[in-house]
């Protein structure tokens, strides 16, 4: 089915409002992104977005939207306290899936003799792939429930960093609200093997070089410089995520019935804001993303250790600090000015990051003046970005940005177009060395299957939902 | 889908689809299952050195198929087994016994394709069609 698009300027598109969308739809994206989206269903998933009660402003989609479940990837949409629902299908299985950028005292070129040691030594320490854990972590009921509760704060009391990580991450990585009696045994079980683990699919963890800066000034308040050596982490809660979004998606389509509900698609299931069901929701999410954020804080820790040892330097030296951490699959509680009246909206980001403009009260101290910093990861041939959030996000998408580049392929295509390919070979040649734990997570995961995350990042430039702070090249990629 | 297969893995931008047709609706699930297997694994052979029982209720049809594929992750994921086969005992509109029979993973013998975060309801059905069964799910991965 084609859906009707208009075009308002260069890099957005409006959808009309038809059949029983009780808003309309907003997707930012260049012309030729539009072109790629008709030939899938992620426009209509736009539109079956906007269907859903308490919607407030335009169902949207940020430039890296591509076909999910119920809500497009890229897609962000903001609900009435009071007349408005929460869909776990709008925050996804990998709940407060997020990235989260180091940075470091060292010189790509200084450490590039060591980096198929440093590549081998994380591959080694950080469990990646299907069903990997560290044997020397083990953790018992009632201390992953400390995790539930305290999220990033209980990996740093544990040993995991120091609280100056803590400043840096969104919602100083831990979201309020968070209820372990509304998490089924289940997820207790599937999360306590997997804490700590960066999982498999497109997680990965980084070491990258600072290539470009866009903005001298905000990359000095960053701690970024030309050459620096980077990390970065991209993973989520891993099965404890997976299970309490699978276990919350029965009780709301139970929920959509009682409340009379029409759903599209069944992925939107949903209930009101204010019902026991969303609150229950709300607690078991907050659950799981506080894991997550414990999660990115062990492998922190985990990355630091590495890089001590096989650097052997300390660590003072290496000052492998945490410039910030997002989540990019969540629903919060946030006050937006819509209309000129100042309202408390639950904003579903799925595949979005938040970007709130210079001056948020929410921003660490250290960034209020340049705004939030938001990373987008690109695929691991090419590169990824560190923007800032912006007033302009602030005004128009509820403070949310894009999250990454987004797939063109499919799986099964990327792996026709490996065939014949030595991937890792061509990845070494170009200065990107990957450790891998399949080799067909390297073949789906190959960078042709992605968009080019600069076209993603010029559309958001050019909207005003982003600003471009620096490049940063991959130099050596695990992937699980 | 080869000769011998009732199911066929789906294209999706991001992810990736199971459909399947069989004679009966019990056959269709089963060849739900062994999709999943495919998916997740690739075609390794696979012995039924172990089996467990499954037990699934639910609303409606779609529901009971999205929760018995999910209930095969889950068997799967927690216990490092490969699936092999699930048969079905019995089957109505809102409950489904079965058995699921496969052996524990190992490394020199099976490949890990991907993992599977989850099977969802996107576009998932279990319907009946002229001479037999569809089913269909898109899985997150």
């Known amino acids: 089915m084609t859906v009707k698009v208009q075009q308002i300027d260069p890099c957005r598109w409006r959808i009309p409002r038809t059949g029983a969308m009780r808003t309309e739809g907003l997707v930012f994206a260049s012309a030729k992104m539009m072109k790629d989206l008709q030939r899938e269903q992620a426009l209509e998933q736009v539109c079956n977005v906007a269907t859903l009660p308490g919607i407030v402003g335009p169902s949207m989609a940020m430039p890296d939207i591509h076909w999910g479940y119920g809500f497009p990837i890229g897609g962000v949409a903001a609900f009435d306290a009071d007349e408005g629902v929460v869909s776990p299908g709008g925050v996804g299985y990998d709940i407060n899936c997020g990235v989260r950028l180091l940075r470091s005292n060292l010189e790509a070129e200084a450490i590039r003799p060591q980096i198929g040691r440093l590549a081998d030594a994380l591959f080694h320490n950080v469990p990646s792939g299907v069903g990997s854990s560290r044997r020397d972590f083990k953790l018992s009921i009632q201390e992953e429930a400390c995790v539930l509760v305290r999220g990033a704060a209980w990996a740093v009391q544990q040993g995991f960093g120091d609280t100056a990580d803590l400043e840096r991450i969104e919602g100083h990585g831990t979201i309020a609200g968070a209820d372990p009696e509304m998490v089924s045994e289940r997820a207790f079980e599937r999360g306590r093997a997997q804490l700590g683990t960066l999982g498999s699919g497109n997680h990965f963890l980084e070491i990258q070089q600072v290539e470009v800066i866009y903005d001298a000034e905000a990359a000095a308040v960053l701690g970024l410089h030309p050459g620096q050596v980077t990390v970065s982490i991209h993973t989520g809660s891993r099965g404890f995520g997976y299970q309490v979004c699978d276990d919350y998606l029965k009780i709301m389509l139970r929920a959509a019935r009682k409340y009379g509900i029409t759903l599209p698609d069944r992925q939107l299931c949903c209930a009101p804001l204010q019902s026991d069901e969303a609150r229950s929701y709300l607690a078991a999410m907050a659950c799981a993303a506080n894991f997550a954020f414990a999660n990115r804080q062990m492998i922190t820790g985990w990355v630091r250790e590495t890089f001590e040892r096989v650097l052997s330097k300390g660590p003072s030296d290496l000052r492998l600090g945490v410039i910030y951490d997002v989540c990019h699959n969540i629903a919060k509680w946030e006050d937006h000015r819509v209309n000129g009246r100042q309202r408390r909206l639950c904003v579903h980001r799925k595949g979005a990051t938040r970007a709130f403009p210079p001056g948020h009260a929410e921003i660490p101290a250290a960034y209020r003046e340049i705004g939030q910093p938001v990373l987008i990861p690109g695929d691991m041939g090419r590169y990824s970005y560190v923007l800032t959030g912006t007033a302009g996000a602030y005004d128009e998408t509820f403070g949310s940005t894009c999250h990454g580049a987004g797939r063109v392929m499919s799986r099964h295509a990327a792996k026709k177009a490996a065939r014949g390919h030595d991937l890792i070979g061509e990845l070494a040649a170009s200065g990107t060395l990957v450790r891998a734990a399949g080799r067909a997570t390297v073949a789906e995961e190959m960078p042709e299957a992605y968009k080019d995350v600069a076209d993603v990042v010029e559309v958001v430039q050019q909207a005003g939902i982003g600003h471009a702070v620096a490049r940063l090249k991959p130099m050596a990629v695990i992937k699980g | 889908m080869t000769p011998a297969d009732g199911f066929r893995l789906i294209e999706h931008t991001a992810d990736m689809g199971i459909e399947a047709r069989a004679a009966s609706r019990e056959e269709v699930v089963e060849e739900m299952v062994r999709g999943l297997a495919v998916l997740i694994f690739g075609r390794s052979p696979v012995a039924s050195r172990v089996t467990t029982k499954i037990e699934v209720r639910a609303e409606d049809p779609v529901e009971l198929l999205v929760s018995c594929l999910n209930e095969v992750v889950y068997w799967s994921e927690q216990g490092h087994m490969v699936p092999a086969a699930l048969r079905i005992q019995s089957i109505n509109d ?41 089913a269909r799910v898109y899985v997150d991965l």
């Open chain 2, 94 to 134: 809102g409950e489904l016994l079965a058995t699921v029979s496969g052996e524990p993973f190992d490394p020199e013998r099976h490949s890990m394709e991907r993992e599977v975060k989850s099977v969802t309801y996107h576009q998932a059905c279990l319907d009946e069609i002229p001479g037999g069964w569809y």
